[in-house]
């Protein structure tokens, strides 16, 4: 009885496999159906572009005319030649080295302290987190340029303390700083992200930290960094490429000129004037680019260094 029912089993299962092949079929064709919107999407709207802005930073092309290929002679005239550039990228760089740090220690801070709040919390979060989603709007930037202006709201009260600026948008030596605090002030993202993370950190580690004679400052060095510092690594990464991608602002506080002293043209701005108020767009293609390799560059150093310094509960190391 036992071996009939074996071979019953068998027949019905060998009977079987044409029907669930058929639905694997189908789930499978509905799943490739569902992704067709994204992959229009992504080889019409995102690789073709890219790839075509690869073509052009060889070639010198005015949007008028046919490009012609050069080959790297845009990019020697962009460390030759184009002295404006240097300039350009040198503040850019200078806004993602103190800016990033900056607005993730702040970030950080804020979480530490709603990471302790208990009543109220839902409403503090949400308000620190509101200018992030404003984001770098038009708005955004008249505001904090009027703010920032000669007798501005910022200009009246340190008045009141005896420090007589006089306006930071016209002072070359604020207009990076200024803008560092536009920034900082949009600290709420990796907020939420350090918040997230220190809900994930186990209750017993600090209970252990404080068992051996930890105070609050070696409870945070030696418990709360370590297992924060995967998010760090990732709010960092993150970070930097948005600092990169800053456009918006810098081109209202600053009229799309890139003044005062060129201190707020950006190599964003920098490539929009290059491109589309000059017309040079194999060049401005070849900036692009150019971003998107150093970018490339800092991902590689932070991933490459992050088995040093990033480490995760339970790991074995």
Do not use: C
């Amino acid at each position: 009885m036992t071996e009939r029912a074996v071979r019953l089993g068998r027949r019905v299962s060998r009977s079987a496999r044409p029907h669930m092949s058929a639905l694997r079929k189908r789930e499978t064709k509905a799943g490739y159906a569902f992704l067709v919107p994204w992959l229009i999407g992504f080889f019409g709207l995102t690789l073709g572009p890219m790839l075509m802005s690869l073509y052009l930073a060889f070639t010198r092309y005015d949007l008028f005319s046919p490009p012609q290929w050069v080959g790297f002679a845009n990019f020697v005239r962009l460390f030759t030649a184009d002295k404006v550039f240097l300039r350009s990228a040198s503040v850019t760089l200078q806004y993602v080295a103190f800016g990033t740090p900056i607005k993730l220690m702040a970030a950080l801070a804020v979480a530490l302290m709603l990471n302790r709040i208990r009543r109220g919390s839902g409403f503090f979060r949400s308000a620190f987190y509101a200018p992030s989603l404003i984001g770098a709007s038009v708005s955004i930037a008249i505001v904090w340029r009027a703010m920032f202006s000669t007798n501005g709201p910022v200009d009246t009260a340190l008045s009141f303390f005896g420090i007589n600026i006089g306006g930071w948008v016209g002072k070359v030596n604020l207009a990076v700083p200024m803008m560092i605090l536009l920034g900082v002030w949009q600290f709420g993202a990796p907020m939420v992200i350090f918040l997230a993370g220190l809900k994930q950190i186990p209750q017993e580690l600090y209970e252990a930290a404080e068992m051996d004679g930890a105070g609050v400052v070696a409870q945070f060095r030696h418990v709360t960094v370590p297992m924060l510092s995967g998010v760090i690594f990732f709010n960092l990464l993150l970070e930097i490429v948005h600092a990169f991608q800053v456009f918006g602002s810098v081109f209202i506080i600053s009229n799309g000129t890139g003044s005062p002293g060129g201190r707020l043209n950006f190599i964003t701005l920098y490539l929009y004037k290059r491109g589309f108020a000059d017309g040079q767009m194999g060049y401005a293609s070849a900036i692009a680019w150019l971003v998107v390799v150093v970018v490339a560059v800092i991902a590689a150093v932070l991933f490459k260094s992050s088995g040093r310094w990033v480490h995760y509960y339970g790991e074995d190391r």
